[in-house]
């Protein structure tokens, strides 16, 4: 899979998809491989992406921030039970706290500084979805490589 895999995805069911489906962008491989599980899963009522804005603290900034959730999936179960969700698409690598470098060189720690940046600020946003599926009946979910089947 392409490091950085990005593009503009056009449905095959765009009844489907709430919001402009002449206008669904995705960032990455994994982003395309969850628009087309989305598009083509008869068990998927509605789905969209980057459509749910989610307001969020950014602890490291001190300033008030907006998340664009990757998915919102509505799933219907062969119980015919219906679940909302929020998803997030990130590599497994990027949803665990990074490790401090082991060997100290100013590369490596402004690599150690970058990372733990991202991370807490994920952390916040991730917070931030979590109380606000709670609040709506939904449950937000992260999906890594091992939860859309791709090998790495």
């Known amino acids: 899979m392409p ?23 995705y960032r990455s491989g994994y982003e395309k491989k969850a628009f087309l599980f989305c598009d083509r899963n008869p068990r998927v009522v509605r789905w969209n992406s980057e459509e749910v804005v989610i307001p969020y603290w950014h602890r490291a900034t001190k300033k008030k921030r907006r998340y664009f959730t990757d998915l919102m999936i509505q799933y219907r179960h062969k119980d015919g039970s219906i679940s909302n969700y929020i998803c997030e698409i990130k590599p497994a690598s990027q949803t ?24 807490t600020q994920n952390q916040d946003k991730w917070d931030a979805a979590r109380e606000f599926a709670k609040k709506r009946g939904m449950e937000f979910l992260i999906l890594s490589e091992k939860e859309l089947g791709i090998k790495r």
């Open 96 to 119: 665990v706290e990074p490790k401090p470098p082991r060997n100290p060189t100013a590369k490596a720690k402004a690599r150690f500084l970058r990372e733990m940046l991202t991370y």
């Open 3 to 25: 490091k950085y895999h990005h593009g503009r995805y056009i449905p095959e069911n765009p009844n489907k998809y709430k919001g402009d489906s002449n206008n669904i962008i």
